[in-house]
């Protein structure tokens, strides 16, 4: 079985800093896919980056980007020029890569970003 | 594109009352949904996976005949919650996926409340 661990239960930033929220994870797996997801307080579960772990390049979407360290089993996410809107839960998610059938996710516990003014 | 629409958003019932939850996908067809549990404050826990067409795998921990899943089409879930009681209470999510290598999409939950 995997697991997941994010150890900032909450974290605080000014309005455009540059915010890191940790992930790691433990698996056997080789072969598998880790994601950011964002969940503000409307509840709804939006992706906001992916890695497929074969990759070794970090993958990066606009002001978002990942450092994903594979031999570590890291994989944190960096917000720059954080925004008001940011603000919300961030959840780290393990899924297995399988050409055999798709795989449910394993979330960390979470991360809740507030953006201050 | 890749929208997956979740009914109800909100429900209130009596205890003992079975409480049934659907998840659409809207443009795609969903090879694969998944059923989620998330406690106020907590992550999500994976309940199920369900394929179209055969019978749902649940996760350890989770009963079988108190959280039925049905998934008759290629874009229509429903999760059934039988004689439900107030440990029930909890927000539920759906997502869904057309191929095992792209991402979920998620509906927008269902908050169930049981009195």
């Known amino acids: 079985a995997q697991t997941v661990t994010q150890s900032q239960p909450e974290m605080s930033v000014q309005e455009a800093e540059t915010v890191t929220l940790s992930c790691t994870y433990d698996?056997?797996?080789?072969?598998?896919?880790l994601f950011w997801y964002k969940q503000p307080p409307s509840r709804q579960m939006i992706l906001v980056i992916r890695?497929?772990?074969?990759?070794?390049q970090n993958a990066t979407e606009n002001r978002f980007s990942v450092n994903f360290q594979k031999a570590a089993k890291s994989f944190s996410l960096k917000i720059s020029d954080s925004q008001l809107g940011d603000t919300a839960m961030y959840f780290c998610?393990?899924?297995?890569?399988?050409?055999?059938?798709?795989?449910?996710?394993?979330f960390g516990k979470g991360t809740h970003l507030i953006i201050q003014p | 594109g890749a929208v997956v629409s979740q009914h109800p958003s909100w429900v209130i019932c009596k205890s003992g009352t079975s409480v049934k939850i659907e998840c659409r996908s809207l443009?795609?067809?969903?090879?694969?949904m998944f059923w989620y549990r998330q406690f106020p404050k907590q992550s999500l826990m994976l309940m199920a996976t369900?394929?179209?067409?055969?019978?749902?795998?649940?996760e350890q921990g989770v009963e079988k005949d108190k959280f039925l899943i049905n998934h008759a089409s290629l874009t229509l879930s429903t999760l059934t919650v039988t004689s439900a009681h107030p440990e029930d209470s909890s927000f539920y999510i759906c997502?869904?996926?057309?191929?095992?290598?792209?991402?979920?999409?998620f509906g927008d939950g269902t908050r169930l409340s049981i009195l």
């Open positions: 997502s869904a996926i057309d191929t095992w290598d792209q991402p979920q999409h």
């Open positions: 890695q497929e772990a074969y990759k070794q």
């Open positions: 443009d795609f067809q969903a090879t694969t």
């Open positions: 369900s394929n179209e067409g055969s019978k749902a795998t649940y």
């Open positions: 698996t056997s797996e080789n072969n598998y896919y």
């Open positions: 998610a393990f899924m297995r890569g399988s050409g055999g059938g798709a795989d449910g996710l394993t």
